[in-house]
Nanobody
Framework: QVQLVESGGGLVQTGGSLRLSCAAS????????MGWFRQAPGKEREFVAY????????YYADSVMGRFTISRDNAKNTVYLQMNSLKPEDTAVYYC???????????????WGQGTQVTVSS
């Protein structure tokens, strides 16, 4: 089992930045692909970014490309999502997730955190 705990969400103005963290515990962190997803009210959960255990392969949704950066520190069992140039449409609950394959499909991720709220005011 893997336990994931997100933190770092909050309220920020348009154009601002936030860094989300996801602390993992349990089974060996480095064997997993780590992804970030988000869900806005009334919408389906959508993919944001993932990276592989080595950090050598990353993939972003078009909507966040160039603004968000995913990174991980295996020694600290933590994955990060640096979010810059935030927009009101980025408002959502953000979740980190652990999976065994490289995919933006949330159904392939087996472990999920509880989520952290990000609100971007206009």
């Amino acid at each position: 089992q893997v336990q994931l705990v997100e933190s770092g969400g909050g309220l920020v103005q348009t154009g601002g930045s936030l860094r989300l963290s996801c602390a993992a515990s349990g089974r060996t962190f480095s064997f997993y692909t780590m992804g970030w997803f988000r869900q806005a009210p009334g919408k389906e959960r959508e993919f944001v970014a993932y990276n592989t255990w080595s950090g050598g392969s990353t993939y972003y949704a078009d909507s966040v490309m160039g603004r968000f950066t995913i990174s991980r520190d295996n020694a600290k069992n933590t994955v990060y999502l640096q979010m810059n140039s935030l927009k009101p449409e980025d408002t959502a609950v953000y979740y980190c997730a652990a999976g065994l394959i490289q995919t933006p499909n949330p159904t392939n991720y087996v472990h999920w955190g509880q989520g952290t709220q990000v609100t971007v005011s206009s």
